[in-house]
């Protein structure tokens, strides 16, 4: 089955060259553009896309705020942010909110696709020139030492940790493992005890320094 992926992107230029590179792929399917935050909405409601291709720098809402509304649509696509921003800030709160990805334009078709394959298999996607980004002070390698033995954790937690980290809710991660919202809330908790790591973007730290997400 393909995945269909919506474009987000006030420039026709941009839009239209992404749609021609994703349309020599053939497990995707470009099902809709929209051109501000109000189309976007309104065609993710009625389009239902997999994945949505997310330009952060819209004219008529704030990316991250469009994001984060359009994360909370059922059934919650996945968010690839599409943007020139090489900014520090700004990946961190796109991925505390649960962004799956994070690509720059000047991306070539390659880095594009590969960064869809890698959120179609349920991981996260970080440019790799953002990916230092990640570990840049000494006060986050050390909230990341803190967890920093693997081993500490079960396999369950092992996959809990996966999904969490790639923007699961506890209700879609309780449907995936086929357990209860319940158990996953436990495993959550026995996460954050264990690796005494605190935020989501500490999590994520931790799962990209034992590859349990892309960030390259």
């Keep these: 089955m393909k995945q269909r992926i919506l474009l987000v992107d006030d420039h026709d230029l941009l839009r239209a060259g992404m749609h021609a590179l994703l349309g020599d792929v053939?497990?995707?399917e470009v099902v809709g553009e929209a051109t501000n935050g109000c189309e976007a909405i309104l065609l993710a409601e009625q389009l239902s896309p997999d994945i949505i291709l997310l330009d952060i720098s819209l004219p008529d809402v704030n990316g991250l705020e469009l994001a984060q509304e359009l994360l909370c649509l059922v059934p919650t696509p996945q968010i690839l942010l599409v943007t020139v921003h090489e900014d520090k800030v700004l990946l961190q709160k796109a991925l505390e909110l649960g962004i799956s990805g994070y690509i720059l334009k000047k991306a070539s078709k390659t880095?594009?696709?590969y960064a869809i394959q890698t959120i179609m298999r349920g991981?996260?996607?970080v440019h790799p020139a953002l990916t230092?980004?990640?570990f840049t002070s000494k006060h986050e390698k050390?909230?990341?030492d803190r967890g920093q033995n693997l081993d500490l954790l079960t396999n369950?937690?092992?996959d809990v940790l996966r999904l969490l980290v790639s923007g699961y809710t506890n209700r879609q991660i309780a449907d995936q493992l086929t357990l209860s919202v319940r158990t996953i809330e436990t495993h959550r908790a026995n996460l954050t005890t264990k690796l005494d790591l605190h935020t989501r973007l500490d999590l994520i730290r931790f799962?990209?320094?034992h590859n349990l997400v892309t960030t390259e």
């Design 26 to 28: 053939p497990e995707l």
């Design 111 to 113: 880095e594009l696709v």
């Design 123 to 125: 991981e996260i996607y």
């Design 132 to 134: 230092h980004f990640l």
């Design 142 to 144: 050390k909230a990341v």
């Design 156 to 158: 369950r937690e092992v």
């Design 207 to 209: 799962a990209a320094q």
